[in-house]
């Protein structure tokens, strides 16, 4: 593995209007590492997504991506730049189709890639391959899940972040999901940021792990010393 970060994250602070989500948050990604983020409801796993991805100006820090200072930078700019970011809630375009809404995912790309990017979903989503011409807002919400990191995927990113992947999901459906991210990682080399309330999955998965707590990061480590620590687990975990 390449010993220079990929995502280089320093003093990040973000708020909302006068109140702090985030109060300078230091971490970084190595390339083909896969990272989960962990923590209680509003600990500001989001808002860090938010920050990295261009949707959220930060108040202070720097974001190094690929050697470049990328903080307040406009999102768009950002995705073309390889970064991609699979939102909360999914966020499909219902009344698109399956296959509308990969090509809208891969909007930086051009045809011939498209076309690559939505065969590569089939592979990865063999559900999806059956749906095609089917209305995304008509697909289950593990399918609109699915769909939602399949159009992630449309851009070709080095820097995939996923927030709550496993979110009203069924568990079969979860594991199509975190089977296919594992692929995508082993297989592409995809750097990966993972926002998950499920630990024992997201860990499962990842290389290293980080807990934010009310907006600070509280603990981090490799992801199989974070599962087995039994305080660690009853105090963010829920374990
Ligand atoms: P969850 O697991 O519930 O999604 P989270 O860890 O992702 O939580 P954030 O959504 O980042 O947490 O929220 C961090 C803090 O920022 C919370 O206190 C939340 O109330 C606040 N916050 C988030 N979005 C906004 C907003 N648009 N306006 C004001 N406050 C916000």
Same mark, same amino acid.
């Given at each position: ?41 509003? *600990? +500001? #796993? ?7 991805? /261009? ?5 202070? &820090? =720097?974001? @190094? $991506?690929?050697?470049?200072?990328? *903080? +307040? #930078? ?7 730049? /390889? ?5 909360? &809630? =999914?966020? @499909? $375009? ?22 690559? &990017? ?122």
């Amino acid at each position: 593995m390449p010993d220079t970060p990929i995502l280089e994250v320093s003093g990040l602070v973000a708020a909302y209007g006068a109140i702090r989500a985030l109060h300078g948050i230091d971490l970084s990604l190595m390339p083909g590492e896969v990272v989960a983020v962990l923590g209680a409801n509003g *600990a +500001g #796993k989001t808002t860090l997504l938010r920050c990295l991805s /261009g949707l959220l100006k930060p108040v202070d &820090g =720097r974001i @190094v $991506f690929d050697g470049d200072d990328i *903080a +307040g #930078k406009p999102a768009e700019g950002l995705v073309a730049r /390889g970064i991609s970011h699979v939102p909360q &809630g =999914r966020m @499909v $375009f219902p009344g698109l189709s399956v296959r509308e809404n990969l090509i809208v995912g891969g909007w930086t790309r051009d045809r011939a890639a498209t076309a690559q &990017g939505i065969d590569r979903a089939c592979t990865y989503f063999p559900r999806l391959a059956e749906r095609m011409d089917q209305q995304a807002g008509t697909l289950s919400g593990g399918e609109q899940q699915m769909l939602a990191v399949a159009r992630g995927l449309m851009s070709q990113p080095r820097l995939l972040m996923l927030d709550e992947p496993s979110m009203g999901v069924a568990p079969v459906i979860k594991a199509v999901i975190f089977d296919a991210l594992a692929d995508i990682a082993r297989d592409e080399g995809v750097t990966m940021l993972i926002v998950e309330q499920d630990a024992e999955l997201a860990l499962d998965l990842a290389d290293r792990g980080y807990v934010l707590e009310t907006g600070s990061l509280a603990v981090q480590g490799p992801a199989e010393a974070l599962l087995v620590d039994d305080a660690l687990r009853r105090a963010y975990l829920g374990g």
